[in-house]
């Protein structure tokens, strides 16, 4: 009954609703950019400071809140032809992985990826894909948040058959066989008023099934839940290979361009980079940004607003393809853009990176295409 009533929602409507949840994603994007600044100075300057663990909780929830944003732009953007193209489940998995052992790395969580060297890509669209997982990962972590027992999330990712094979596992309370035969209903909830509930399974579901793809749930009480999901392999064979790689330590040095019309995100970003002994140019329209590329040498990336608001992103982008096809390009933007993945790498897009992000996000993807082994 609910998914019927989500499929006859007039498309005008959900236009409407998708603005307001971009804009909600941008004020949300704002808060926890300028709560990870405080807290990143408070860490360095005042160490003592009595409120820190305040902060971080409210760092918490705020991140919580673009969580429950990203779901409902995904129903949005659902409602519409989605756009594939080949991927690589192990890379999305290790950019889940890097971000939540930053999230739990003052926890007694440990996080596992088994894979083999080498599989074959699926077709589909990267950033739902990605929703869906860590969607799952984070419902593991807090089911095993309050358990005596060994904390253990381990994913494996194999080739079965005609499908690539993702298991989530974790030793969490596990799920009752009444609840479990309801989980992927929307806005079915066990979790209490002080957490995130929303339309989490129900979007995973989804978003599998729309990769013809199926998801299976296993679990037993005080023992654990297992999630299993099968992905078609793309029956295309693609020369293209990923320059991407998990890297974790590395001694970073380039010059980065940022094109973007927010000037407190450019303060933020810059902090950071130049922290990270980055060197930053910073452009807040397309002109300042065409200035800079004709009298500035040697720039490594550009981190590029998609949507500014005097000036289409992707002129900016064909101009710069135009003049230059070696430097790495990452766009940035508040939007859900999973329908205009495609013409972008056409243009030369080396990555997408939306907001909200953390830091260790913006980082693995830089070093990822600026350092290669």
Do not use: W
């Not at 009595?50 to 809140?65: A, G, H, I, Q, V």
């Not at 999973?338 to 830091?359: E, H, S």
């Amino acid at each position: 009954m609910a998914e019927q009533l989500f499929q006859q929602i007039d498309k005008s409507i959900l236009k409407l609703f998708g603005g307001v949840f971009h804009d909600l994603n941008n004020i949300f994007g704002s808060i926890v950019t300028n709560l990870t600044f405080l807290i990143s100075k408070v860490e360095s300057t005042y160490p003592n400071f009595p409120y820190k663990e305040d902060l971080k909780n409210l760092l918490k929830f705020s991140e919580r809140s673009t969580l429950l944003v990203d779901n409902m732009l995904t129903i949005i953007k659902n409602s519409s032809e989605p756009n594939f193209i080949p991927l690589t489940i192990k890379e999305i998995l290790n950019e889940i992985i890097f971000l939540l052992k930053d999230m739990y790395k003052n926890t007694d969580i440990k996080i596992k990826l088994k894979t083999s060297s080498s599989l074959p890509k699926i077709y589909g669209d990267g950033n739902l894909l990605y929703q869906a997982f860590l969607n799952i990962c984070i419902n593991g972590i807090e089911s095993m948040e309050h358990s005596s027992k060994e904390k253990v999330l381990k994913i494996s990712v194999k080739e079965e058959k005609e499908y690539i094979k993702v298991t989530i596992q974790d030793t969490g309370r596990g799920i009752e066989k009444k609840i479990k035969e309801r989980i992927f209903e929307p806005f079915f909830s066990t979790k209490s008023n002080s957490k995130f509930k929303g339309l989490g399974l129900y979007i995973v579901k989804s978003v599998i099934e729309s990769h013809k793809g199926k998801i299976e749930v296993e679990s037993i009480l005080n023992k654990g839940t297992k999630f299993k999901i099968y992905l078609p392999i793309c029956k295309l064979q693609f020369s293209y290979k990923s320059d991407k790689k998990s890297i974790t330590t590395f001694n970073p040095k380039g010059k980065i361009l940022i094109i973007d019309n927010d000037k407190t995100f450019h303060k933020y970003i810059t902090t950071f980079l130049l922290k990270e002994n980055f060197e930053t140019l910073s452009a807040y329209n397309a002109q300042d940004a065409f200035k800079i590329l004709t009298n500035e040498n040697n720039i490594d990336l550009i981190l590029l607003d998609i949507f500014l608001p005097e000036a289409n992103g992707y002129e900016i982008l064909k101009k710069i393809r135009l003049n230059n096809n070696k430097i790495k390009v990452i766009v940035i933007t508040a939007y859900s853009i999973d329908n205009n993945l495609l013409p972008l790498f056409k243009l030369g897009v080396n990555d997408v990176l939306q907001k909200p992000f953390k830091n260790t996000e913006l980082l693995n993807k830089i070093q990822n295409l600026i350092y290669k082994e």
